[in-house]
């Protein structure tokens, strides 16, 4: 299951990459400030000093190093989860995690802030900006929460093996 974990993470990395890449340097999001794509969600860059949803905003040097660490041990106890993974529902998802986690340590650590740009709205009522790392985070966690609800027992497991 670690290998099935692996691929999913740096599937989940590389697409996260390659969105950031695209928004700032080929769509040049920075100079465009609010683009609207439909009634309801626009793209708008934002750098995202704090962790989720701009919460606990680090905006001095030791707060984004401590966010990277921080980061970086929450991806251990993930790995650790990985290797314990008992399906690939929960290994794929492990994964999503892991590797939107690294998207966005990736861009703390380059930029100082994470690069979030997607924005819903619902008239003047605006949610959260967030990014393609983001959303890996969360498919993975509803996935990781949806697999502990209804996943395999493990006494069939057992059986199986």
Known sequence: MMK????????????DRISKWWFLDIFDLPNKGVVEILPIFNVVMVWNRGVSFGMFSASDEVGRWALVVLTLVIVGVLVHWLRAAQNIWQSGAIGLVIGGAFGNIYDRVKFGAVIDYFQFHW?????????VADSFIFIGAVLLIINSTFGDDPEEQKDQN
């Open 4 to 15: 099935h974990g692996a691929i999913f993470a740096v599937i989940a990395f590389i697409l």
């Open 123 to 131: 008239n003047d009522w605006y949610f959260a900006v967030f990014n």
